[in-house]
Every structure is written in C-alpha cells, then in structure tokens.
C-alpha cells in the first residue's frame, strides 16, 4: 500500500503543474469549449514542458548557489515549488501567444493555416 499512495504522489507531483498551467490558459483566454479529453491531453502536454523546463531551471539555481549565494539545497519541495512557477510561467506564457495572435500570424505568414487564434462567430 505505501507503494501504491508513493506513486500516486510522484505522479501527482509531475502532473500538477501541467494541469495548473491548463487551468491558467483556459482561464485567461476566450477560448472555445474543448472536450475534458482536449484539456488533459493539454495538460499532459503542459506537463511535458513544465519538466523540460525544470532542469536549466535547477542548473540555473545551483549555479547561482554556488557562485553567489544559496538559499536552499535543491530537494523535491523545492523542485515542486520551481514546477508550479513554471507551470504558470508556461500558462502565461502559452496565453499571451494566444491573445496577441503571434503565432498564428507567423503560421500565416508561412501559408501553413489560414486560421486566427481568435474564435469564430459561426
């Protein structure tokens, strides 16, 4: 059993910030209903960013440690607290591209999609 609750945590502490970062965006942007499959997938996928992002992030601060001052020793609370920022870093982040349309106007520019990032009425 303490096997089982011990994965379920791991797992929990990966996907969280994914989720957290979901959340953001679906929050802050007019965005059309999507199904819960869409928005897990999403999440999964902010995941997958969140722990890319992590490590420069823990090179980063253990570099800043080590050549001026450390606050902490790098340990799983403060990857936690590092994923959640990052998490809504990434949902910020994610937002903007789809309020400001830059993407999509690159897209468009490059003739890959004729689509806006803003709903359609219809």
Avoid at 67 to 83: E, G, K, Q, R, T
Avoid at 96 to 101: E, F, N
């Amino acid at each position: 059993m303490d096997f089982f609750s011990n994965e379920v945590f791991n797992a929990l502490r990966l996907l969280t910030p994914g989720f957290i970062a979901a959340w953001v965006l679906a929050s802050l942007t007019v965005d059309g209903k999507k199904s819960d499959l869409q928005r897990i997938i999403q999440a999964l996928i902010f995941s997958v960013f969140v722990q890319i992002l992590l490590v420069p992030t823990r090179d980063i601060a253990l570099w800043f440690g080590r050549n001026f001052f450390a606050i902490a020793d790098w340990s799983s609370v403060v990857a936690l607290a590092w994923s959640v920022m990052l998490g809504v870093f990434i949902g910020c982040f994610f937002t903007w591209l789809v309020d400001s349309d830059c993407l999509y106007s690159l897209l468009r520019k490059m003739r890959i999609t004729k689509q806006s990032s803003r709903p359609s009425k219809s």
